[in-house]
């Protein structure tokens, strides 16, 4: 299909995605606030470039990344690929095997937060709460490392068979300890980080990276185990997110000693 | 590319794709200053000023709901759950059930979301720390894991985090701390972030409270 008429296709669908979120806060304006939007031109241009941003963005990935990411995910799980890597046709597949993936699945979860809108716009938020305290880039990368590891960790669950609660409940532990521990500003930042990392660019790459994997290891059922990646993308940041703040706590301390 | 030994194909697709996205992100961004943060923070002066707090929670709820129904993530895995149920035998295997189950699920969780957009804005109001209430969502997705279906705790656990859209994210992030800020005694920082963690862990609770209902 021609670019131009895929980002006008798209387009079209991201405004009819904000037509309800539009309808809702506009309808409050007038019918309850009753009172006029300040800046009204600002606004509407803002939200024109919002969606033209999201349009492009999302004709980028679809046309160029994610037929490269699906494929890529089908291809290191495939197993005529899984079991040539090692040289040893005739003995079944380990964990080890699936090397490639955990190192796609980290490096997947790493780059598709980074690049993650929703998260840009949390870090900008946050930056300006904190007067700065909070780096934008700072941020992000704490998100993007939990949730890489996370995800990294989601496919090794997948390959080895645990069931999905015994590492979210595991999570859900530390989490609590470290949510005595963190500095207590970080703490509803760091909760937050864990809903935001998995909308638009994450979901379907991961989703397709879990059931492409449950479906090609032995044993997996895409319904069993196909699931719960998003869970662990979910999870991890929270973690990583306190973590990165609780270190920079402690090297300031050690610093003023 | 060197692990698989296999080519790129479309490099030039590949190219102008990723021009694409960082264009749409800088767009996104110079976007997000001008619109998304100003609608936020102005709705909550105003629901502040005005002191009602009927219509502000209904706003919540409204825009919880309003927003994740129509969320295209929480459609596509919906759609994916329902067929997954459907070869799992939990459902029957036609167009109708699925159809039907996909849109209770979207139902459920729109419903949980615009149940944790009124609670956590409750809680910015009263001011009460952000983490009991998530420990006591954690023990519940807890209790509800050993009660649930084994079918439905993988697509539990993954709706949490598909809930939360690039739009509504900036827009309930800025209602959030605008509703901190004009609150005497709060502290954006500590009271305004926390309805994202609220509005990914309802759903979690909801669709186990769904698996073993339906």
């Known amino acids: 299909m021609n670019w131009l008429t895929m980002i006008f296709d798209t387009l079209r669908d991201t405004v009819l995605d904000v037509v309800p979120i539009v309808s809702i806060v506009f309808g409050f304006q007038v019918f309850v606030i009753r009172k006029p939007i300040p800046q009204l031109r600002t606004v509407i241009i803002g939200l024109s470039y919002v969606l033209l941003g999201m349009a492009l963005f999302l004709v980028g990935l679809e046309k160029a990344l994610f037929p490269l990411g699906t494929l890529m995910a089908e291809q290191l799980t495939d197993p005529a690929f899984l079991s040539a890597s090692d040289g040893l046709f005739d003995q079944p597949l380990g964990w080890p095997d699936y090397f490639w993936v955990y190192l796609f699945a980290l490096s997947i979860g790493f780059s598709t937060t980074i690049a993650e809108p929703a998260l840009i716009a949390v870090a900008i938020k946050a930056n300006e709460v904190s007067a700065g305290a909070i780096g934008v880039w700072g941020l992000r990368v704490a998100v993007a490392v939990g949730v890489a590891l996370g995800i990294a960790l989601g496919t090794f669950r997948i390959v080895n068979g645990t069931p999905l609660y015994f590492y979210i409940i595991a999570g859900y532990v530390i989490v609590l300890i470290q949510t005595l521990y963190a500095p207590r500003l970080i703490i509803p930042l760091a909760y937050d980080s864990g809903g935001v990392t998995t909308s638009t660019v994450t979901v379907p790459l991961v989703t397709a990276l879990g059931l492409g994997l449950a479906t090609n290891v032995p044993d997996r059922s895409p319904l069993m185990d196909g699931f719960g990646l998003i869970a662990f993308a979910s999870l991890f940041p929270i973690i990583s997110v306190m973590a990165y703040a609780q270190l920079s706590e402690w090297r300031s301390r050690r610093n003023a000693e | ?214």
Do not use: C, H
């Not at chain 2, 109708?96 to 804005?121: C, E």
């Not at chain 2, 009660?147 to 827009?171: F, H, M």
């Open chain 2, 1 to 214: 590319m060197f692990v698989l030994q296999q080519p790129i194909p479309n490099l030039g697709d590949l190219l102008i794709g990723f021009l694409l996205v960082v264009l749409g992100l800088t767009l996104f961004i110079q976007g997000l200053g001008m619109a998304l943060f100003p609608i936020g923070e102005t709705m909550a002066y105003a629901f502040a000023r005005k002191g009602s707090l009927w219509w502000l929670l209904a706003f919540a709820f409204a825009l919880g709901f309003g927003t994740t129904i129509a969320e295209p993530a929480l459609i596509a895995v919906a759609e994916k759950a329902a067929i997954a149920a459907a070869q799992g035998g939990a459902i029957d295997n036609s167009d109708s059930v699925r159809d039907s189950y996909a849109f209770a699920l979207r139902l459920t969780v729109g419903l949980s979301v615009g149940i944790a957009i009124v609670a956590g804005v409750f809680r910015i109001i009263k001011g009460w720390p952000v983490q009991y209430f998530i420990i006591g969502g954690y023990a519940g997705v807890v209790a509800m894991t050993t009660i649930a279906p084994a079918g439905i705790i993988g697509i539990a656990y993954d709706s949490g985090g598909v809930t939360t859209s690039t739009i509504t994210v900036p827009l309930v992030t800025a209602l959030g701390v605008g509703l901190a800020s004009s609150i005497k005694g709060r502290n954006p920082m500590l009271d305004g972030f926390g309805l994202i963690a609220f509005a990914s862990l309802t759903p979690i609770i909801f669709v186990m409270a769904f698996g073993i209902l339906y």
